[in-house]
């Protein structure tokens, strides 16, 4: 029996198929054109700035990095040309086979191997990074006769920072190095991120560091169009980097060496400062380093000399080295009791070369000076005299007279890394002590304070900065090392703008007696063979302060002691004494009485500064092994000893 077809029904449903075909269609087409809307309109610019990045590249162009100069145009730093062994991984197969192959042609340490996988972590693959730094001619050469095996391989010319004096002026003058992951993340976060771009190297101390933005420059770039493969496809645009600055130091760098070599291998510190206007003339730190070391990273041995030395050759003594001052702090005392009508300059105290207080002798000269007033007392160094004036002016009085001269106070130097030290009073112990029993203050604590001991720690800069404002009739200017920058473009100089000096308010008939004292000191009193026969008139005060406490009625004997525990030798005076045009402060440590030891470095600082003349070899030798007081030998014209350029630096050190 046949079935017969509804006609009817089969049309329905083709009706209802050819229906959902066209509606699916139809939403099909919807959907592409809604997302053309998307594409072509919403996200248009968005998504064409995204393809102009896959088509092109920005690549940094690194600035030259900026000289520093001394205040005579001496170069302290600087750039040099060497070549490097540069990978762009975008032109090689196998990078590990290749680097591999190239270690067989040139010599390629672990090291830079570890140092190549950094730099690209940050890099995109058609840039070119450096495999090897600084190669020698014949390992050019050699690479140069195997170039045609290493596509994507080449030889460039790159810049390098190098200190042509080594040593001299290290602390000063810091270095550069590789910038680390704290560094990266705060460039990151700043606004100068961009002019980063491409950047290796950063400030780590010194000048280098606290005029980074001078010395960087202004970073540059290339537009390149790249294919999908990331191949450069040719250059677009071009903007060139700008060098950057010449930072011009007020340190002469003939004297900062002469200091060094003073010292030979002895350990102190010196700063040299113009009373006129705060300018550092010398900032002496021994033992010192040579900057070079740490440009492509110190290597470990090295790393642990430094470290790992007793002598600290690292630390900056002339900022964050504290010590107690000595004896050169009583002419301040002496000022203090002056302006604030505590004793005349005439009154006669009695020494006896002791002081009692408390049921305690605090011992002064054997045998006592008897009879001084207030200029024989600082021309003869009398304990006495200045144990007494403690009591009677008290911790608190001394700490507000003594803060404004700067003591025990962050000097504003345009270097990092100063501490403060301590100027103790009341308020001071009270907080740097847990204990309430250590919180109060004993008025047997005062009697030390006058002469400059007990809890009393100041930097040479702080003392050589109230020094300065003595010297000049109470002035106080902010120190600082940078006088100018020179335009690496232009090659205009611009000052560097300071701050007005803080007049402090002394009045002139009591600056006046505490620097006639000064000028008596050196003249007849406790420094006159050191300055016997100079042709200038200076003031200064000798100072010998103790290292470590011996305790109660315990005599001191140097011999007896350990070397790191005898006394430090310390020296404050300024020149010529009409018109100060120089003021020094300086330690040497644990080398005992300051006429003895440091004395005489200010003597030929003086005769350097004043009179241009440099000592001869015989009596720098003389000088920094300690065996000299007073000036022998034969003076020679500064102008007439060269300083020693170190060679440009070698290959790494692999």
Do not use: C
């Not at 002026?169 to 680390?180: D, E, L, Q, S, V």
């Not at 460039?187 to 961009?194: H, R, V």
């Not at 404004?404 to 009270?430: A, C, H, N």
């Not at 009596?619 to 034969?634: L, R, V």
Request: hydrophobic share 40%; net charge positive.
């Amino acid at each position: 029996m046949t079935e017969l077809r509804n006609s009817e029904r089969d049309a329905w449903r083709f009706r209802v198929r050819v229906l959902a075909m066209g509606l699916v269609v139809f939403l099909a087409f919807a959907l592409i054109v809604a997302r053309l809307l998307v594409l072509q309109v919403q996200r248009h610019e968005d998504l064409a700035d995204q393809a102009e990045s896959n088509r092109t590249a920005v690549v940094p162009i690194v600035p030259n990095r900026g000289q520093i100069l001394d205040r005579n145009g001496v170069v302290l730093a600087t750039n040099y040309s060497a070549y490097t062994l540069e990978i762009t991984r975008s032109k090689l197969g196998d990078l590990d086979e290749t680097i591999e192959e190239l270690s067989k042609v040139v010599d390629i340490q672990p090291r830079d191997k570890r140092r190549f996988k950094r730099l690209m972590e940050d890099a995109r693959s058609f840039e070119s990074l450096p495999i090897r730094t600084r190669l020698t001619d014949e390992e050019v050469a050699r690479f140069a006769a195997q170039r045609y095996r290493f596509p994507g391989v080449d030889i460039k010319a790159r810049l390098f920072r190098t200190y042509p004096l080594g040593e001299v002026g290290g602390h000063a003058i810091g270095y550069i190095g590789r910038i680390n992951q704290r560094e990266k993340e705060r460039i990151d976060d700043s606004d100068d991120a961009a002019n980063y771009r491409g950047t290796e190297y950063i400030g780590k101390l010194g000048v280098e560091q606290s005029y980074e933005q001078q010395l960087h420059g202004t970073t540059g770039v290339e537009l390149m169009e790249t294919s999908a493969g990331g191949r450069v496809v040719r250059k677009l645009h071009s903007r060139p980097a700008t060098p950057g600055h010449s930072v011009m130091l007020s340190i002469d760098i003939k004297l900062q060496k002469l200091v060094e070599d003073l010292y030979g291998e002895r350990r102190g510190a010196l700063v040299a400062i113009d009373p006129r206007n705060g300018e550092i003339l010398a900032l002496v730190s021994k033992p010192t380093f040579d900057p070079n070391l740490f440009v492509e990273g110190i290597d470990q041995e090295n790393w642990q000399v430094l470290n790992e030395s007793i002598n600290k050759p690292l630390l900056n003594r002339a900022l964050r080295g504290t010590y107690p001052p000595g004896s050169t702090y009583k002419p301040f005392m002496a000022l203090a009791a002056l302006q604030l009508n505590k004793r005349s300059p005439t009154l006669v105290v009695n020494d006896p070369g002791y002081y009692n207080f408390g049921g305690r002798t605090f011992r002064s000269h054997e045998g006592g000076l008897g009879g001084v007033d207030m200029v024989r007392a600082i021309q003869f160094s009398s304990n006495t005299y200045f144990y007494s004036l403690g009591v009677e002016m008290g911790v608190d009085t001394i700490h507000d007279f003594m803060a404004p001269l700067g003591f025990g106070q962050i000097t504003g130097i345009d270097l990092g890394g100063e501490l403060r030290g301590v100027l103790p009073s009341t308020q001071w112990k009270r907080q740097v002590n847990k204990r309430p029993e250590a919180k109060r203050w004993f008025p047997g604590e005062t009697v030390s304070l006058g002469i400059g001991q007990g809890y009393n720690n100041f930097t040479m800069l702080q003392l050589a900065l109230a020094e300065a404002t003595l010297a000049n009739g109470g002035t106080r200017y902010r120190p600082h090392v940078a006088k100018a920058v020179r335009d690496a473009v232009t090659g205009a100089v611009t000052e560097l703008a300071q701050p007005p000096g803080e007049k402090l308010g002394y009045l002139p008939k009591n600056v006046d007696v505490v620097r006639r004292a000064l000028v008596a000191v050196n003249e007849a009193g406790t420094g006159r063979r050191v300055f016997a026969g100079a042709a200038y008139t200076s003031g200064g005060k000798t100072g010998t302060a103790q290292a470590v406490s011996l305790g109660q009625n315990v005599k001191y004997n140097a011999k007896a002691l350990e070397e790191h525990k005898r006394d430090h030798s310390l020296f404050a005076a300024f020149a010529p004494a009409e018109n100060p045009r120089i003021a020094v402060a300086l330690i040497v440590e644990n080398a005992g009485f300051g006429a003895a030891s440091a004395a005489p470095i200010a003597r030929r600082v003086f005769d350097y500064w004043l009179q241009g003349l440099y000592p001869s070899e015989e009596d720098i030798a003389a000088t920094s092994k300690g065996q000299t007081a007073a000036p022998i030998g034969t003076m020679r014209q500064a102008a007439d000893v060269p300083l020693r350029m170190r060679d440009r630096p070698g290959p790494d050190a692999n």
